[in-house]
């Protein structure tokens, strides 16, 4: 069974960083494209960074660009969303996403952890 | 970024209903869509990729269909668990894009 676990969340300060943490199983995590997508309280999705099988390529959206930085350890199929200089519109649910393996460019998420709540806030 | 649009934002309706809800690029993306449903409290589950097939697990009563700018997510006889929000992806272009939802709820 696919499983994708969230940790790291909590409350911060403005300016403040985080690293939130995915733990996958169940699948061959170094086969697979990995996102994080997020969702601000009551809104909708925004997908946030993703990474290569390898790491070798990693996209992000304009908005965190700069001071998100996403990697994983595939020896631990684990994926990280490193989270620096966090402002108030950061605050939102982080989830983790297997990529469907329909390519590099096409891709939707067939899997998807629990999330975990990130607060910025003084 | 390509916009996608949703509509209604919300929409009641019974048990047994046929429901549909829409969704509108604002440019062409072939294909390349996707719909989720998300519970309250839950992370988003694939219901339908590339417009129209139907992710492993899915019931049936779940169908998309469209091309180009506008798709159609119907379920044909709407069931208790049904009661969700359902987002829109598009694929087709860097980054990837959802609609802003569409609240099913008990009418």
């Known amino acids: 069974e696919v499983q994708l676990v969230e940790s790291g969340g909590g409350l911060v300060q403005p300016g403040g960083s985080l690293r939130l943490s995915c733990a996958a199983s169940?699948?061959?995590?170094?086969?697979?494209?990995m996102s994080w997508v997020r969702q601000a309280p009551g809104k909708g999705l925004e997908w946030v960074a993703n990474?290569?099988?390898?790491?070798?390529?990693?996209y992000y959206v304009d908005s965190v660009k700069g001071r998100f930085t996403i990697s994983r350890d595939n020896a631990k199929n684990s994926l990280y969303l490193q989270m620096n200089s966090l402002r108030a519109e950061d605050t939102a649910v982080y989830y983790c996403?297997?990529?469907?393996?329909?390519?590099?460019?096409?891709?939707?998420?067939?899997?998807w952890g629990q999330g975990t709540l990130v607060t910025v806030s003084s | 970024d390509i916009q996608m649009t949703q509509s209604p934002s919300s929409v009641s309706a019974s048990v047994g209903d046929r429901v549909t809800i829409t969704c509108r690029a604002s440019?062409?993306?072939?294909?390349?869509l996707a719909w989720y449903q998300q519970k309250p409290g839950k992370a988003p589950k694939l219901l339908i990729y590339?417009?129209?097939s139907l992710q492993s697990g899915v019931p049936s009563r779940f169908s998309g269909s469209g091309s180009g700018t506008d798709f159609t997510l119907t379920i044909s006889s709407l069931q208790p668990e049904d009661f969700a929000t359902y987002y829109c992806?598009?694929?087709?272009?860097?980054?990837?894009?959802f609609g802003g939802g569409t609240k099913v709820e008990i009418k």
């Open positions: 590339a417009a129209s």
């Open positions: 992806q598009q694929a087709n272009s860097f980054p990837v894009t």
């Open positions: 996403a297997r990529h469907t393996p329909t390519g590099t460019t096409h891709y939707y998420f067939d899997y």
């Open positions: 990474i290569k099988q390898d790491g070798s390529e990693k």
């Open positions: 169940g699948f061959t995590f170094s086969s697979y494209w």
């Open positions: 440019q062409g993306i072939s294909s390349w």
